[in-house]
């Protein structure tokens, strides 16, 4: 049986995939392990033309490109590929007494058929990301990219089938019909990584043939920063993480928490930062990315207006080229500060101090990251227990999600479940319960009926 995912049409894919599922054809540690390396291949032979189609999609440098989408997925293949093994052996689990003797442990077993739909921004990561864990899991994988970088949607569309087992590892391009279609469909899971809106939609769609979902969405996610810290070490953090991929990060940091002195001294800081990372002018700096497509842009000049620019705030239609911006003493119901910005900008909110951080923070949606600069452990411990977010990275933004041992996922309308590593695996399998008790002695006479005399029970 063969599958050619680019010509097949669409309705047979999932059948074929679920066929194969029922084969057992994905569930044996050594198909795997052996789809997790060619998963790999497919990264390390074909590494100028994934560049390539990230540069035509996001204008990504080649090195950011392996940074943050080949080598993130490179490096959760390796970690499985180390443990696979171990984390599939049953886990045994204490019995209580009045069931002795007796013996319990769960056991992954993977779902069947997975559906992954992945978003424009990081296009390769967020697509094959989850594929290591629903092939770890030993499941069939239908991946669906984000029309909106077609030129990695094409590439990886052509590549999958040609290293990865067609059989049981499928590739369906396209849009809102298309995906519309494919969600009518009944999968085992549904994995999702873009906007809350159309996680909606998904989720309702899942309702119907009750199938489990993870929804990976965004937010806006706060930073904090306190005067107990180096500003100008600070400032680079802040200016690495938010302006990386032009700002089309989930867990840029979206907006800056900080008191009045603490902003105006940060200020000088983040434009020295911007000038640094960019060779002085992002414009011209092969470092700096653009926006995704004119709908974004538009958007996105749209909120500078009427603020006060620090630092940037200049575009150019034609490349889509918004240049690093760093506003001052934004008002807390401007516009910018009602969506998540998922763009180049980062708008200054002032704060009396933590406390109105904190108080602001809990007014808002629950984030998929909060940030915190400050070397006071009692405003760590306060940030940590009185607010709630997807994670929190003390001192560093975004380099949580290269922790293959960290769970990666929102709450609330961030998101719900979570994935990388071992967290993928689980999120990919039923986690089965078993119990073995031998007939004799038969202890469970104790419970039996009739309940004429006193009984101890379990
Ligand atoms: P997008 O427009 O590429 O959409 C994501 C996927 O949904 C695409 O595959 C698209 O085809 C599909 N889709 C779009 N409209 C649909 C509809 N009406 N019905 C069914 N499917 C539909 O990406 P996006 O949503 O603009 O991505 C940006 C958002 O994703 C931001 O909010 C960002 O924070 C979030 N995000 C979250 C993570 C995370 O890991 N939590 C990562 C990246 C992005």
Known sequence: MTLESTVVPRTPVVPVLRESFAQGITCPLSWRLGQLRALKRLLEENSAAIEDALFADL??????????????VLSEIEHTLSRLKSWLRPKRVAVPLGLAPAS?????????????????NYPLQLLLGPVVGAIAAGNAVLLKPSELAPATSALLAELVP??????AVAVIEGGVDITTELLAERFDHIFYTGNGTVGRIVMKAAAEHLTPVTLELGGKSPVYVDDTVDLSAAARRIAWGK??????TCVAPDYLLATREVAEQLAPHLVQAIAELYDGDPRTSSSYGRIINDRHFERLTGLLRGEKVITGGRSDTRTRYLAPTVLGDVARDAPVMQQE???????IVEVTGLDD?????????????LYAFTSS???AKRILTETSSGAVGFGIPVAHLSVPGLPFGGVGESGMGAYHGRRSVETFSHEKAVLHKRLAPDTMRLVYPPFTEKKDGF
């Open 59 to 72: 204008g990504k440098n080649p090195a950011e490109s392996q940074l943050t989408e080949v080598g993130v």
């Open 104 to 120: 319990a442990s769960t056991m992954l077993e993977p779902l069947g058929v997975v559906l992954v739909i992945a978003p424009w």
């Open 162 to 167: 040609l290293h990865l087992d067609q059989r």
């Open 243 to 248: 302006f990386m991929n032009a700002g089309q």
């Open 341 to 347: 910005i998922f763009g180049p900008i980062l708008p």
């Open 357 to 369: 951080a904190i108080r602001f923070i809990r007014s808002g949606e629950k984030p998929l990251a």
């Open 377 to 379: 452990r009692q405003a």
